[in-house]
């Protein structure tokens, strides 16, 4: 028998080092799939942060929009901006109760608004068309509401973080608009005057 140049334990030696070797890469394998996993789970958080994120800075600005609007169509722009960018809707109309006490459109977009525009339907029949009644309240009071009849196609449902806002919307909503039609009536004193 040839010797190629090593010896028995030599070869031992080096076998038992090429085994230690495939038993390291084996656990370099694992630890490297294992870390794939984690930042595919740490990008699925991210992108859902980031999502959640945006949603929220949205919402701020569509609010900050509602609450400091100096007229109507600026109060009715924020409620719209919080449903079509926040809640995810462009088809809804936005009712207010007139002095006679009956509901008027004041607002809205989509195939509901132009049929209720059309054909004047009564509460109750444009309650039963929606998908969602958000009443609007000024303190105990239901002073409007808003009729949702469908989502934009990406969503499948109102989650709890949606049900939060549109409670924000049932209560602040119609003061905003109220306050900001209000507000063109206001006249300032001069500084002389106030004493």
């Not at 656990?27 to 991210?46: G, P, V």
């Not at 109309?93 to 608004?113: A, E, N, Q, Y």
């Not at 969503?155 to 949606?162: F, Q, S, T």
Request: glycine share 6%; hydrophobic share 40%; charged share 25%.
């Amino acid at each position: 028998m040839k010797s190629n140049g090593h010896a028995p334990g030599e070869l031992r030696v080096l076998r038992s080092e090429l085994l230690e070797a495939h038993r390291e890469l084996n656990k370099l394998r694992t630890q490297n799939e294992q870390l794939i996993d984690s930042n595919k789970d740490l990008s699925q958080l991210l992108v859902a942060t980031e999502k959640r994120t945006s949603s929220s800075l949205r919402l701020i600005v569509a609010y900050r929009s509602l609450v400091q609007a100096e007229d109507r169509s600026a109060a009715l722009r924020g409620i719209e901006e919080i449903l079509v960018n926040v809640i995810g809707t462009e088809n809804f109309v936005v009712l207010l109760l007139t002095d006679t006490d009956v509901m008027r459109v004041v607002g809205g977009m989509g195939p509901i608004l132009d049929t209720t525009l059309e054909n004047c339907p009564t509460y109750e029949q444009i309650e039963s068309d929606a998908r969602r009644m958000i009443p609007l309240f000024i303190d105990d009071n239901v002073v409007g509401a808003i009729a949702i009849q469908e989502l934009l196609p990406h969503r499948d449902g109102l989650d709890a973080n949606d049900e939060q806002i549109l409670q924000l919307i049932s209560q602040h909503a119609a003061a905003a608009i109220m306050c900001a039609d209000q507000q063109r009536l206001w006249t300032r004193l001069p500084m002389g005057e106030v004493a």
